[in-house]
């Protein structure tokens, strides 16, 4: 029997501010400490994004939130797979054929992202476009490919073949083979250049992103912001296994029980792991905490894909030299490893 869960609308994972009323969206604790906030829910990049932002100006607030959603918008449009006019789209229509003309927000993207893809060691890889779609998961009917296909797609990858041309503005892919993904880094992308706008008017915010978490400022007295951790095990979305506090940077998870299907009694979910082509298998869930969302969206994908036998403590090491790290991971037994504790 074949089932399928989830769709284009989910959440990469929910992260669940602590004592929140819906898991949807952000919600600060002690809201009535504060004399005025603004908010706005809208469903963009293929999730349900909140921004909540603080001040001393009602309109000027609103007006504030209308302006970084319409960038918001605009960027997601240019670093979208699903667009196909965008500048990720034109880049993979013409692999191997010729250079793009682009935009400085996409070679920004493409070289962050180029950058986790090598500190992850190709654990994290935005070229494995064609393995995903080979799965489905982006559609209606997501599948269990043969191992062959498998075999012949995890070929198709390859970070290294992405050239860009800072001078010329342009990036090209030398193989026509290869082909860009930008679910796993886009959205924190996004949520960091919305917060470097936001930052400029106002010193207290959140963003949330389909689980995607910045925040600008700290809360009332200088407290630091509670965030829970969903228990993957509970059919409940809004139970939480855990939580953490974190100041003024960004949050990101991935789990195994937002986007998946299930074939002949096998779940399958969408987290892949570039070197196998398979699902990985070893996490439930992963939470990492980074100076910015890009890095934490990057970073969660990366380690769930490594799993246990390869996220040691070499990994652990390499990437507490980045600013504000911390990894919370959740595997099959319940065991929570936390390498601000462990």
């Known amino acids: 029997m074949f089932v399928s869960r989830g769709s284009k609308l989910q959440f990469k994972t929910f992260l669940i501010l602590f004592m929140v009323v819906t898991v949807t969206a952000i919600y600060i604790l002690q809201r009535d400490k504060f004399k005025l906030s603004a908010e706005k829910t809208e469903i963009l990049m293929d999730t349900v994004v909140t921004i909540v932002v603080y001040g001393q100006d ?8 209308e302006q970084a959603f319409k960038k918001m918008k605009e960027y997601s449009l240019i670093l ?4 196909p006019e965008s500048e990720i789209s034109m880049i993979n229509k013409y692999a191997g054929v010729k250079p793009v003309n682009v935009s400085d927000l996409t070679i920004e993207f493409l070289e962050k992202s180029i950058e986790l893809c090598k500190l992850t060691d190709g654990y994290l890889d935005i070229t494995i476009g064609n393995l995903l779609t080979l799965w489905g998961f982006a559609s209606d009917n997501p599948k269990l490919p043969s191992k062959f296909e498998i075999e012949e797609s995890i070929k198709k990858k390859g970070f290294d073949k992405i050239k860009i ?3 010329e503005k342009t990036v090209f892919i030398e193989d026509n083979f290869i082909s860009i993904d930008v679910g796993a880094t886009a959205k924190g992308f996004i949520v960091d250049k919305i917060t470097q706008f936001l930052s400029k008017s106002i010193s207290k915010g959140a963003l949330n992103a389909g689980g995607n978490i910045r925040f600008i400022g700290l809360k009332d007295k200088g407290k630091l912001w509670k965030v829970g951790i969903r228990d993957p095990f509970s059919e409940d979305r809004g139970k939480i296994i855990d939580k953490i506090e974190v100041g003024e940077w960004s949050v990101a998870a991935s789990g195994d029980y937002e986007r998946f299907f299930i074939q002949d009694g096998v779940k399958y979910h969408h987290i892949l792991n570039p070197y196998t082509g398979y699902p ?7 939470t990492v905490t980074a100076k910015d969302a890009v890095t934490a969206d990057g970073l969660s994908t990366a380690i769930f894909a490594m799993g246990e036998k390869v996220f040691t403590l070499d990994y652990i090491s390499k990437f507490k030299k980045i600013d504000n790290f911390r990894v919370i991971t959740i595997d099959s037994k319940r065991d929570i490893f936390d390498s601000e504790k462990d």
């Open 165 to 167: 041309n800072k001078e």
């Open 58 to 65: 009602k309109n000027r607030l609103d007006n504030l939130l």
């Open 280 to 286: 990985a298998n070893y996490f439930h869930s992963v």
């Open 80 to 83: 979208s797979n699903y667009n």
